[in-house]
């Protein structure tokens, strides 16, 4: 072995032994290390959510434990708030109602907005024009929109149904305690179709092509390639759209504001209402108990979320 080969040799062994102990302190230590710049980057943004969220949640929490109604002095009380929460039915047909508008509407918003889904991707003229079209609702405000179909359910449609009299219409459907949920779940869907059909847009486009090439050739009809090859194929879509949809119509507020005003009576009152109103009633200590209930509920619908996400990230 000449001087040049030798050399060579000694060089890798020394590389090899430099890997060798980098490794091996990589090994040590379980996982890089983290520069000090990243804790800085954070330090703002954990600064501003401690004192922005987390303190007042847990003076929210700590105020729930007494008769606080707002103002004055308080006395410690330990759980009979919580208690009386238990027992209240006003808080109980506020959960009942919101669950099930919560259930009907994630309904109506996926199944809408998966059709129009499909239909924006198909083979059609006009797609990225009608895209921009029905994305218009997610733009406008909440409370603006509850307050123009307010007007259209109150008086456009009773005065339609006079014209034409057709019996049924002349009635605001608004002033009809079984039927004035129907009216939040219309407009509530209105307003979230768009944001769900941009997720299953995104989710029908990265499907390949080749493989609904492949089913025409086996001579697929329409209905078999959306059942076999679409839906299965989208499912991780479907699920995220479902939890993510639920999740914000349990807060569902400002809508219902906006047409009902929680009526009639107290039939439509959601249980963000009925928080916000106490706060403004002198039940400021109950319904933080309440609030404090409702909030490990969506906790654990969060961690029902990841689950489902990261279940299906790794099947992916």
Same mark, same amino acid.
């Given at each position: 072995?000449?001087?040049?080969?030798?050399?060579?040799?000694?060089?890798?062994?020394?590389? +090899?032994?430099?890997? &060798?102990?980098?490794?091996?302190?990589?090994?040590?230590? +379980?996982?890089?290390? =983290? &520069?000090?710049?990243?804790?800085?980057?954070?330090?703002?943004?954990? =600064?501003?959510?401690?004192?922005? %969220?987390?303190?007042?949640?847990?003076? +929210?929490?700590f105020y729930s434990f007494t008769n606080f109604i707002g103002f004055g002095d308080w006395q410690l009380v330990g759980i009979t708030n919580y208690i009386a929460v238990f027992s209240d039915p006003l808080i109980l047909s506020s959960y009942l109602f919101t669950f099930g508008f919560a259930v009907v509407t994630v309904f109506v918003v996926n199944a809408i907005a998966f059709l129009l889904a499909v239909a924006l991707t198909s083979r059609i003229r006009m797609k990225a024009a009608l895209r921009a079209v029905f994305v218009i609702p997610m733009v406008i405000s909440a409370i603006v929109i509850?307050?123009?179909?307010?007007?259209?359910f109150a008086n456009s449609l009773p005065a339609l149904g006079a014209a034409t009299g057709i019996g049924w219409m002349q009635e605001s459907i608004l002033a009809n305690e079984n039927l004035a949920w129907v009216a939040i779940v219309i407009v509530t869907a209105w307003q979230s179709i768009p944001g769900a059909l941009l997720i299953y847009i995104a989710g029908l486009l990265s499907i390949p092509g080749e493989v609904y090439e492949a089913a025409d050739i086996d001579g697929a009809s329409a209905w078999t390639r959306l059942r076999s =090859?679409?839906?299965?194929?989208? @499912?991780?879509?479907? %699920? =995220?759209?479902? %939890?993510?949809?639920?999740?914000?119509?349990?807060?569902?507020? &400002?809508?219902?504001?906006?047409? #009902?005003?929680?009526?009639?009576? #107290?039939? $439509?009152?959601?249980? @963000?209402? $009925? %928080?916000?109103?106490?706060?403004?009633?002198g039940d400021y200590a109950y319904q933080m108990a309440n609030a404090t209930l409702f909030f490990i509920i969506t906790v654990l619908i969060s961690i029902i979320q990841l689950r489902i996400t990261r279940g299906k990230a790794a099947l992916s």
């Open positions: 072995m000449g001087p040049a080969t030798a050399a060579t040799g000694t060089l890798l062994g020394k590389a +090899g032994g430099q890997n &060798d102990h980098l490794a091996g302190s990589h090994t040590r230590r +379980g996982k890089p290390k =983290i &520069d000090r710049i990243y804790y800085l980057f954070l330090l703002p943004s954990l =600064i501003l959510f401690t004192l922005a %969220i987390t303190v007042p949640a847990l003076v +929210g929490i509850a307050y123009v179909f307010k007007y259209l =090859i679409t839906l299965p194929l989208v @499912a991780g879509y479907v %699920i =995220i759209n479902i %939890i993510l949809g639920f999740k914000g119509y349990l807060n569902a507020y &400002d809508v219902i504001v906006g047409l #009902t005003q929680g009526g009639p009576g #107290t039939a $439509t009152r959601s249980i @963000a209402m $009925t %928080i916000f109103t106490g706060f403004t009633g």
